[in-house]
């Protein structure tokens, strides 16, 4: 199981309105931090060269809720270790 909180975004993030500089900082940062995820789950279930990886990690993405948060990454995490050993 990962360490979930190496993922939090600390940029600032809240029901006020966002500048577009800040607003475009936040998913920039969101999508590395997605991305930082990805591979950090195909190293931890051995699927790192694997060359269906992506599409694994997109369906759990999806199963995730499709949306970045770290409560959210639990269930991808969860849905990744059940479907990973079916590329291996």
């Known amino acids: 199981m990962l360490d979930f909180t190496k993922y939090k975004?600390?940029?600032?993030?809240?029901t006020r309105i966002l500048s577009k500089v800040d607003r475009v900082a936040y998913q920039k940062e969101n999508d590395r931090l997605r991305d930082l995820f990805a591979e950090d789950l195909a190293k931890e279930y051995g699927v790192e060269d694997n060359p269906k990886k992506d599409k694994l990690f997109e369906l759990a993405w999806e199963h995730g809720?499709?949306?970045y948060d770290v409560e959210?990454?639990?269930?991808v995490e969860s849905f990744y270790a059940d479907v990973a050993d079916l590329i291996v």
């Not at 975004?9 to 809240?14: D, G, I, K, Q």
């Open 9 to 14: 975004n600390t940029l600032e993030a809240s």
């Open 72 to 75: 959210s990454l639990y269930d």
């Open 65 to 67: 809720g499709g949306h």
